[in-house]
């Protein structure tokens, strides 16, 4: 047996020396395999010079500190039962945990150091509080110290009999051992009061308990935190009462019709709060943003103590146009002028002519569909500013906002169509706003052209020249030869001047908008003619509901201006929205006050458009035209237009169109493209757009396509007017009417299983058709009006049947027959209507 096989077998130790101590390390391989491995551990022999040969017979060479290291990792690795490389990680762990530890105590230390820096400088606010209260009492009783004789009396009289008695003093010289018993008395200490057994005992409430105070045995705790903030909540209350004692400064304050608690709260000067407070104690629970009624903030105010000045809820409107200049401050100004007159009669054509350029061909149809602003510069030097109206009878309201805002009219009449409806129209349009006119007679060069003709008919209107007796200047011109411009320009200046046109250029601009859009790219775009004043950029303006800052100013040939004044049409960027065209703009101060005006107007203008909503009538004939109107059909449109103007115009058409059945019904119109809000407002109100003079947007387009709403474009009013009305046409119950084919005697009943009673008649007149309409008649009166049911002859089912022939006929759901009733048999026809 070999020596490894006989360390192999179980039970038997192995040899060794007696300096060796062993150990069994087991070893993992792989698949799950183990093996126990015997170490053995041999110690040095003590003593033992280096180099010298030991009793293993190996030489022992001196350790290096790296060596004896290691050498210590094994064997504490070898008592642990660990591997080296593990008891290097537990090692690694157990100083990382140090540092850790470490770390964590020094940063407890520097937040205790922080807490005991806060504590202290929170007892430092403390004893200042304490010496400020102490200071404040001393003071208190050195002012009542100073105070008159006999109220000092009085007040130690009324005292008198509430202070509570004090021990008599004792003498100095009292006996060492007196007969009785004396209770020995201790002196109190100088400076201070006895200490009492209570105050011994620590207080419950003398700070926070921490674990510094436990450790040091701090018997003199520091006061707590939760104290200290109600030391200082009570003398910010101290503080706060003080100042409400002092006398309150009165005020005047203004109250509208209506005003919230939040406001009214800012005009007294007092807290929303406060005043939330009262009401609450009143009864009734509101909030800083609800609206108090005039009353009520009276009530409110006088309770303060303040003053109440009512005021009217329509008062912002004072001062928004000032009242006339005085006459020294006045300058001469260019006149504006009005171009009026029937639709084709030259009116646009003869402005171009003084403007020297073209734009009748950009107007589609060759007609005016907005007012048109320009001023025209004259050889002699002079300004003339033009407003171009149109002439279709849609555009009525337009005509009449270019009557408001001129200063003379110029009537123009074709030479070969004479006075026609809308010249008519124009001329009660000038009358109306007391505006002078100037009769210009154009297309003098047409061949079949009759001026004199033209001047009678407008006698017929009381429209007299001055060729026939009368004060109104008349030129006769021709637009397209451009001849008699100048005794027009002429004929202008001379009323100018007879006017004495004049406006103060030195004040803040006043003034009419004529036309307003939505510009994609520019935004909000109101045409404004200047009245008086000068309108800068930066400007803060109000027109109608809108208000916004002046961005821009621009010209009729598209360039801008520092500065617009008086008689100078411009259009003006950087308002909100665009206002109503005729509406009168301003320039305020502020914008608050800016605010102010366009708020009321919005007001207003919602409570009138409720009340015509609403448009309950008291009266018999009132509630029988509202059952008459909600039997109304109508058809909803959305109405989109390059200007506000055209707008309204088509607005006023379509208003015309329909009658006591079928109506039209504007949703919305606005000027400006079609956008993706108004397909959605389309497609819940199930309308169709009509885009006048604008497209919609890409966007716009396929949501429309999605959704299935029609979007129609138009460039001419006269085929939106005729498409709209062929629409309200299809509406339109068609008319019945009856026509009469024949009449039969009834000779004899018949009852027939399954059918009922069957009349046996003869056919005395006309025909007699299957399912026509017919009426029974017994005694020449009419007992009964409905179908035929059955016609046969000979049991046959028959389409008709003529006059003397036999029949059978029966009704629909009705069998009182009898022999010798006569019925009468009709057809009835519909009728398509029109408007």
Known sequence: MSDSDKHDLPGRKPLSLAGRSSGTVQQSFTRGRQKSVVVEKKRKRPGAPPGKVTATGKSSSPQTPKDKVRAALVTKAKQLGLSEEELIKRQKAILRARAEQAERAARRKVEEEERQRR?????????????????????????????????SKGARKSDKGKSRPQPAAEPDNLPANPGGRVKSRKAAPVGDKAASPRTKQPKRRQGKLTIQNLVEDDEGRQRSLASMRRAREREKQRRTQ???????????????????????????????????????????????????DADTAELIVEEFGHTIKRVAEADVEEGFISEDDAEDTKKPRPPVVTVMGHVDHGKTSLLDALRSTDVAAGE????????????????????????????HAAFSSMRSRGAQATDIVILVVAADDGVMPQTIEAIHHARAADVPIIVAVNKIDKPDSDPKRVLQELLQHEVFV???????????????????????????????????????????????????????????????????????????????????????????????????????????????????????????????????????????????????????GASLEQMMAKLRTSEVRELPLLVKSDVRGSAEAIMGALEKVGNQEVQARVLHAAPGGVSESDVLLARASGA??????????????????????????????????????????????????????????????????????????????????RGCGVRLLRDQAVIHEGNLSTLKRFKDEVPEVHAGSECGMAFENYQDIQAGDMIECFEVEEIQRSL
Request: proline share 3%.
């Open 364 to 391: 589609a149809g060759g007609i005016t569909q907005h007012i048109g602003a320009y001023q025209v510069q004259l050889k002699a030097g002079g300004k003339i500013t033009f407003l171009d109206t149109p002439g």
């Open 242 to 292: 003080a100042g409400q004692s002092r006398d309150k400064v009165a005020r005047e304050v203004v109250v509208p019709e209506a005003i919230t608690v939040q406001d009214l709260a800012q005009r007294m000067a007092e807290r929303a709060a406060d005043v939330v407070k009262y009401l609450m104690d009143q009864g009734q629970m509101m909030r800083a943003t609800d609206i108090l």
């Open 119 to 151: 504590e202290e400088e929170e007892r430092r606010a403390a004893e200042e509080i304490k010496r400020q209260r102490v200071a404040a009492e001393e003071a208190q009783k050195a002012a009542e110290e100073t105070q008159p004789e006999g109220a």
């Open 688 to 769: 169709p757009i009509f885009a006048f003079n604008v497209r919609a947007n890409k966007q716009a387009r396929d949501l429309a396509e999605k959704e299935g709403v029609e979007i129609r474009y138009y460039s001419v009013i006269y085929d939106l007017i005729d498409d709209v009305k062929g629409a309200l046409e299809g509406m339109l119950a068609p008319e019945k009417r009856e026509n009469f084919i024949g009449y039969a005697e009834i000779l004899e009943i018949f009852n027939i299983a399954r059918v009922g009673r069957v009349a046996g008649c003869r056919l005395t007149e006309g025909v007699v058709k």
């Open 466 to 616: 001055e060729d026939m007796g009368g004060d109104v200047q008349s030129v006769s011109v021709s637009a397209l030869k451009k001849t008699g411009l100048d005794e027009l320009t002429d004929a202008i200046n001379l009323q100018a001047e007879v006017l004495e046109l004049k406006a103060n250029p030195d004040r803040s601009a006043e003034g009419v908008v004529i036309e307003s859009q939505i510009d994609k790219g520019r935004g909000s775009v109101a045409t404004c003619l200047i009245k008086r004043g000068v309108l800068k950029c930066g400007d803060i303006v109000v027109a109608g509901a809108r208000w916004g800052k002046v961005r821009a100013l621009v010209n009729e040939r598209g360039q801008r201006m520092k500065e617009a004044g008086p008689s100078l049409p411009a259009e003006i960027l950087g308002l909100d929205g665009a206002p109503e065209p005729g509406e009168v703009f301003a320039v305020v101060e502020t914008e608050a006050r800016a605010r102010e005006l366009v708020e009321y107007r919005e007001r207003v203008n919602r409570d009138r458009t409720a009340t015509r909503r609403a448009g309950g």
